[in-house]
């Protein structure tokens, strides 16, 4: 994975240097010591690591001999910097360079390249004594030993040698990360942007003559590469699939199956196993035959080779894809398997079609193409991590091709929904085979589609059978446990309402969540539904999906003829804070306008309480109001309303983008002063058009 700004700190693919030197003053001192270790991953490489004495062109003073062992005699073979330094380079190559204070090590390796006349090039760098003063500023002290003893890493190992202090410090960066990740500091940028807020530190070391430890990088999240197709971020394998698929029974003769393939013009046939040649078919009971399987066994094998079962030579398993799914997860998968052919599973997890290469031969998408499939085949957090922060590069991609905001929130929460399902796989490997099938869902804007790139964890869990406090139930509550993990680690952090899986109020059994729902809908207090809305987004991501599928219908239905109900939800969503002075301009703080608290969040669940209350079962925004204006309610106020969804959207997601390239959390705060005059006159459009929602909800609720 390239280096962005996004990238997590989980999952950093580094250098970690240190040098020992002839003094303490970089204007004058010199490397007589060299090393490095490596990173993957956000682990440390037990690999060969890099080291080399140095000889320096002067003496070497008993005073710094003292400190690290090393006299004129030590370097007297060694080799002088000028041939040292291309060497190390090879090894560093573009990565990230931590090191321990950092800024006097690249000041004195500066100076010996200008000394040598070679080229020195600024590397992007971390200093993990300074990442260490974020997190613990009240430490007695911020010494490697220090921060080290605190840490509870023990005494370093061969302190004050190059390879030694390298490989301790490494290890006190990797003992930093999930610390970083409780003050929110996550990525790469956020923890240069952090560090660059020490000012009295970084402050002391400019005037010691050290290099500044952390540089500005370049806005790298918000450019995108050099050319991204966007068709293939903007339509899902239902549209270019061939369906129904053609399915054949293992004893057909190879003969009788190009046959076939001739008189139908298709490329590729299913074959079915023994028995299960009846509709519906699982993916597990098929397999799959092209036209170049059967013309590499007439090769192979001569024109005998079409007398044999067409299940001899088909290939197992099939390979699938959701029908779903955007276009450019069948071009990852493609790639990543090297075939031409992929099943298509429907919503009940059965095969509905097949697409093909032939099927996508128009598309291209590049570098940015790999984003799905990566998620999908992480094994464990640190590349799980790395295949989810790309997910800001190719966001920001899509906005430069003008794609709207609501079709990139849509690959985001996408995307969100693989890497919930993915963490839930983990989790179920960790645990074994589940005590009986179960539905893994996303709920709030991932369930809705909706998706930003700041985000928390919303999830439930439907089982098929289990009370609260069984045995099932303890199973799935450390299943959501796991999978809660595994996002917070990842980079989608707990959600701080306690809406996760693992929470007795957002799991449990068929019988629960039906007897759950009853006792939402007959309650008089809108208090005791907070929180509740958010069920009406559910999403199967993961398991027996039709468990999911049915609750959530189920809790539509129940819902249906309770104008009470409606009434109270409406009652909890509350109001929009207002986003227009009483002279037209914007209520900001510090320069930014929280859209989401001004517009987005009300017109949400305007959007959703309507659906429940004409029994529009939706779950996008956009669809529930077209639902809702479709039975003749509100044409004109909810078109106003879709625009004002979509030019929210636009200004966050920009916004969001930006932020994440200068090493600022993303939020759904705006700032006011950057906006072109277009887009000041769509946000003062959008924030007109809920001025008076509260009072549109109430009479559109109950309007036929």
């Not at 270790?37 to 710094?64: H, N």
């Not at 370097?75 to 573009?94: I, M, T």
């Not at 699938?320 to 799914?325: D, E, L, Q, R």
Request: charged share 20%; aromatic share 6%; with cysteine.
């Amino acid at each position: 994975m390239s280096m962005s700004s996004a990238t997590p700190l989980i999952g950093l693919d580094a250098i970690v240097l240190d040098c020992e030197t002839t003094g303490l003053d970089p204007a004058k001192s010199r490397v007589v010591d060299l090393a490095a270790v490596r990173l993957s991953g956000g682990k440390l490489d037990e690999g060969a690591p890099f080291r080399s004495l140095v000889r320096p062109p002067s003496p070497i003073p008993p005073a710094s001999t003292a400190i690290h062992g090393i006299d004129d005699a030590a370097v007297a073979a060694a080799a002088p910097f000028s041939e040292v330094w291309p060497k190390f380079q090879a090894c560093v190559g573009g990565e990230v360079v931590i090191g321990y204070s950092i800024g006097f090590d690249l000041a004195v390796l500066k100076r010996e390249c200008d000394l040598a006349g070679l080229p020195w090039q600024r590397p992007r760098s971390l200093c993990a004594q300074l990442l260490a003063r974020v997190v613990a500023p009240n430490l007695a002290g911020h010494s490697l030993e220090q921060v080290g003893a605190w840490l509870g890493l023990g005494d370093p190992a061969g302190r004050h040698s190059a390879l030694g202090d390298a490989a301790y410090t490494a290890k006190v960066f990797l003992a930093l990360v999930p610390r970083l990740r409780e003050r929110g500091i996550r990525t790469l940028a956020e923890a240069e942007h952090a560090t660059r807020g020490l000012g009295e530190a970084l402050a002391d070391q400019y005037r010691a003559g050290w290099v500044e430890a952390v540089i500005v990088p370049g806005k790298d999240a918000a450019e995108p590469p050099a050319h991204i197709d966007i068709y293939p971020y903007r339509n899902r394998i239902a549209g270019v699939m061939s369906a129904p698929a053609k399915v054949v029974p293992a004893d057909m003769t190879a003969e009788a199956a190009l046959q076939r393939m001739t008189s139908e013009q298709v490329s590729s046939l299913l074959v079915a196993a023994p028995g299960k040649e009846a509709a519906p078919l699982a993916p597990q009971d098929a397999g799959i035959v092209t036209e170049r399987d059967l013309m590499r066994a007439v090769a192979a094998h001569g024109v005998g080779a079409l007398t044999k079962p067409v299940g001899d030579l088909a290939s197992r398993p099939l390979e699938v894809v959701s029908a779903n799914a955007f276009v450019y997860r069948a071009i990852s998968r493609m790639n990543r398997l090297r075939v031409r052919h992929l099943g298509v599973t429907g919503a009940d997890g059965h095969v509905c079609g097949v697409v093909s290469a032939r099927d996508l031969l128009r598309l291209r998408a590049e570098a940015a193409i790999g984003l799905g499939d990566a998620i999908d085949q992480a094994e464990d957090g640190g590349a799980l991590a790395r295949a989810w922060a790309d997910l800001p590069r190719v966001v920001a991609s899509l906005l430069a091709e003008d794609v709207p905001a609501i079709e990139a929130a849509a690959v985001i929460s996408s995307e969100l929904q693989a890497l919930t399902r993915r963490a839930a796989i983990m989790a179920e490997q960790r645990l074994g085979p589940p005590p009986c099938p179960y539905a893994f869902t996303v709920l709030g804007s991932a369930g809705r589609g909706e998706s930003l790139l700041a985000m928390d964890q919303d999830n439930a869990l439907v089982f098929a059978e289990g009370e609260p406090e069984s045995a099932a139930d303890r199973w799935f509550r450390e299943l959501g446990g796991i999978v809660a993990d595994i996002l917070d680690e990842v980079g989608v952090p707990y959600c701080t309402g306690g809406i996760m899986a693992r929470e007795p109020l957002w799991r449990g059994s068929l019988a629960t969540w039906r007897k759950r729902i009853g006792e939402w809908i007959g309650r008089s207090n809108p208090d005791d539904l907070l929180s509740v809305d958010i069920f009406f987004d559910m999403r199967a991501v993961h398991g027996d999906r039709t468990l999911g599928d049915a609750v959530w219908r189920e809790g539509f239905e129940l819902a249906r003829g309770k104008p009470a109900f409606a009434k109270l939800l409406a009652e909890m969503s509350g109001g929009v804070t207002p986003g227009l002075t009483l002279f037209g301009g914007f209520r900001t703080t510090e320069g930014r306008i929280d859209l989401k608290r001004t517009g987005l969040f009300g017109i949400v669940s305007a959007a959703r309480v309507l659906a429940i209350s004409h029994h529009v079962v939706e779950r996008a925004t956009p669809a529930r109001f077209e639902g809702v204006a479709a039975l003749g309610i509100g044409g004109s106020d909810l078109a106003a309303l879709t625009d004002a969804h979509r030019n929210f959207l636009d200004l966050i997601l920009a916004q969001q983008v930006e932020d994440i390239a200068n090493g600022l959390p993303p939020s759904n705060r705006v700032a006011t002063r950057p906006l072109s005059n277009r887009n000041r006159d769509r946000l003062h459009q959008a924030l007109r058009a809920v001025r008076h929602l509260d009072a549109l909800k109430r009479d559109l609720l109950f309007r036929s």
